[in-house]
C-alpha cells in the first residue's frame, strides 16, 4: 500500500498511483503464475530449489568448484542416472548459484548431455522456472543444439518433438539468435521451416542445393499431420518409419496407427503403452495388435538390444492384471468420475460377468476408454511371463561379492489379512459386554477386538507384493553374478538357501526360500555370520517389508536399536545388552575383513527407515520398488556413490 501513495513531481499523483498500481498487480500476477506452474510440476514453489543442499555447501563461498559439474556429467556418461530431470535440476542449480567460471563450464556440460529434443527442452524449463537469464551462455548453449547435428537428424528430431514444457523450437530458435552459416543451405532449410512453417521455407529456399531431400521428408510428415483416413496414415508411417510422437492427436485412437508404428517402440516404451493399447480396445484375443505385440516380446533380438530388468516387467504384468497403475488420489477421483460416466451407458452382463456399452456411436471422449473393462488378456500375460526369463542377463555384472538376505515368512506375500489388536474402551462411556455361557454357567466376558486392514504391498508400486519383489532382485543376481550367496532369517540368525542358477520359473524359486527354516528379522545378523564364519563379501542386501518389525523381537534382543527400528546408540556397558545395530556390525566387519563393505537395507512396504544416522559411508536405505532400483544398487556396489 505505501508504493501505491507514494507521488511523483512529473506525473500527476492519480496517475503516478494507476501506473504503479498495473505494475504491481503485474508482478503479482506472474508471481501467481509461477507459482501455478510450480505447483503442477509437483513443487513446493521457487523455495524448491533449496532441496540438494550438496550443491549449495559445495558454492557456499563462491568457489569455483567444478567438482559439482565433472560428478554430474560423468553420472549422466556412466548411465547411471535414473531421471533425467534430476540431471537437469542439477545442472540448473549450479547455474544458479555458481561463479561465472562454474556457469561457462555447465554450460558445456548441458550442450553435451541434452541430446534429444526432450533432455533440452527440460532444461529449458528449469532454467525459465529459476530465472538464470538468457544471456549469451545460454544463447550459445540453444545456438550449438541447433548447429551440430545433422541436418537430416534435426529434420527427425523436430518434427517428431515440437514443442514441450511451455517451450516451442521456434521459441529458443527466436530468443537464441541462431545465425546459420551461407553454404549450410540444408540446415537453414530446417531452422526456416520451423520459424515460418513449410510453405514459406520452400518459397525462401526454393530450388537450392541439399535442400530437397529435407523437404521432401517435412512434406511427409505434414502429410502425416494432416491426414483423415487412418489406413493411408497408417501406410505412411509404416513406410516412412514414423514414431508415435509424429501422430497427430485425433488418429492416436485408430489400431490400423499403432499396428504400424508399434515395431517402431522400444522395449521400455512397448512396456509403459501395454496399458494404453488395452484401454482402447486393440488386444483382443484375435487382433492384429495383439500378434505385433506377443511377437514383440518373445522376439530375442528386439529384447537384446534393451536394459529392461525383470522388475520392471514384473511390475508391468502386476499392473496389467490389475487394469491400472497406482494412482494417486486427484487421479483416482478423477478416474472414478470416468467411471461413473461410463456406467450411464453401459449394462451388466450376468453371464460373462463384463460391461457392455448399450451404444455403437463413440463418444470422442470415450474412445481412449472403449476396452478398459475387459478382463486382461492371457496371452499377453503369459508372454510377459516368459519375457521375464528373458531379462536376467541384460544388464551386466558387477563382480562384486553379495550376500542377500530376505524375510520370506508369510506377511511378505499375503495379499489381505487382518490384523487383531485388543481395543481398550474409553473412559467415561460404558460398553457392553457379549456374554456366553461357560462351563459352570457363569457369564463370561469377551474381550472387544479391532480390526485394521493391512495390504502386503510395496511402497510406490502396491499391485507388487514385497516378498515376490524380493525374490526377482535376489534372482537376478543371483543369475548374473558369480559371487553371490542367498539366505533368508532365522530365530538363530540367518541361514544359506541353495537354489540353481537354471531355475525354471518364480514360483520354484518361491517354494524353496519359503520352505526354509523362517523366523523374525535382525538387521545385523547377516553381518555377524559373515564375521564368524570368516566369509568375505563386499555388499550385504537385507530385504524385508518393513524395518518397525524389530518389535517382535524381546527387550533383549533390541540393543543397539532406536524408536521404530531406527539408528539408535550403543547399550549402556552396565545392562550387559548385546548391540544389534546393523551399521556399527558393519564398521567390525570392515575392521576385520574387507575394509570397503556396503550395507543395502530394503524396505519394501514402509517409508519409515532409517538404518544410519547420515554420518556413515556405504549404508544405504531403498523404500519402495520401481524400475529404477536395479540400477541404484549396482552404482553403489560399485562405489558411484562415494
Known sequence: MKIL????????????????????????RKT??????????????????????????????????????????????DGWCTRFETIAFALTKCLLLGTPVVKEATYKAAAEICNTPEEMMLFNKFTRLFQTGNGRG???????????????????????????????????????HVKIAENDHARDAVIKYALFGLKRAKQLLDNTDGTQAIFDYIQKVEDLRHCEDPVAA????????????????????????????????????????????????????????????????????????????????YITLCNYQKKTRPLKYEKAKVALEKLQRRRLRQIFDSKTGLWEWTVTRRHPKEVKHWGIDQPPNQAVVGALHKLID??????????????????????????????????????????????TPGGGGDADTEKQESKRHLFAECFFNKHVTPGHAAIILALQLLK????????????????????????????????????ANLGRVQLDAPIEWAHKNNQKFDVF???????????????????GRGPGGRYGPPPAPGKELPDHCPVRAL????????????????????????????????????????????????????????
Open 138 to 176: 545460454w544463447c550459445k548453449n540453444v545456438r550449438e543444439w541447433y548447429t551440430k547435428k545433422d541436418p537430416m537428424d534435426l529434420a527427425k528430431e523436430m518434427t517428431r518433438v515440437r514443442s514441450r514444457h511451455g517451450r516451442s523450437h521456434k521459441t529458443l530458435l527466436r530468443k537464441s
Open 587 to 642: 564398521q567390525r566387519y570392515r575392521k576385520a575383513h574387507v575394509a570397503n563393505a556396503k550395507l543395502i537395507v530394503m524396505s519394501l512396504a514402509s517409508h519409515r527407515v532409517d538404518t544410519t544416522d547420515g554420518s556413515h559411508e556405504g549404508v544405504l536405505d531403498i523404500v519402495g520398488i520401481d524400475e529404477h532400483v536395479p540400477r541404484v544398487m549396482d552404482a553403489f556396489a560399485l562405489g558411484q556413490f562415494e
Open 234 to 313: 497408417a501406410t505412411m508411417a509404416e513406410h516412412n518409419g514414423f514414431t508415435i510422437d509424429h501422430v497427430p492427436g485425433h488418429l492416436l485412437t485408430s489400431q490400423e496407427v499403432w499396428n504400424a508404428v508399434l515395431p517402431q517402440f522400444s522395449l521400455e516404451d512397448l512396456l509403459s503403452n501395454i496399458q494404453r493399447i488395452h484401454n482402447m480396445g486393440f488386444l483382443t484375443s484375435d487382433s492384429t495388435t495383439t500378434a505385433i505385440l506377443i511377437s514383440l516380446l518373445s522376439n530375442d533380438d528386439y529384447i537384446k538390444t534393451s536394459k529392461v530388468t525383470p522388475i520392471a516387467v
Open 390 to 435: 528373458l531379462t536376467w542377463l541384460l544388464t551386466p555384472p558387477t563382480n562384486v561379492r553379495y550376500l542377500i538376505t530376505l524375510d520370506m515368512r508369510h506377511h511378505m506375500f499375503k495379499g489381505r489379512h487382518f490384523c487383531k489388536n485388543f481395543a481398550l474402551p474409553r473412559k467415561g462411556k460404558k460398553t457392553a459386554t457379549k456374554t
Open 480 to 515: 548374473r553374478e558369480d559371487n553371490a550367496k542367498l539366505a533368508v532369517f532365522t530365530e538363530t540368525g540367518v541361514e544359506l538357501v541353495t537354489i540353481e542358477r537354471n531355475f525354471t520359473s518364480i514360483s520354484e524359486a518361491e517354494f524353496i526360500l519359503r520352505k
Open 32 to 77: 501467481d503464475e509461477v507459482s501455478a506452474i510450480f505447483e503442477c510440476l509437483g513443487l513446493d514453489g521457487p523455495n524448491q530449489v533449496d532441496k540438494l543442499q550438496a550443491i549449495n555447501e559445495a558454492f557456499v563461498n563462491g568457489t569455483n568448484d567444478l567438482e559439482v559439474v565433472n560428478i554430474i556429467l560423468k553420472a549422466y556418461k
Open 5 to 28: 501513495l507514494e507521488s511523483n513531481r512529473k506525473v500527476p499523483s492519480y496517475q503516478n498511483n494507476f501506473y504503479k498500481a498495473v505494475k504491481l498487480k503485474q508482478k503479482c
Open 541 to 559: 542386501i537385507n530385504m524385508v517389508d518393513r524395518t518397525t518389525r524389530y518389535m517382535e523381537l524381546e527387550l533383549n534382543a533390541r540393543g
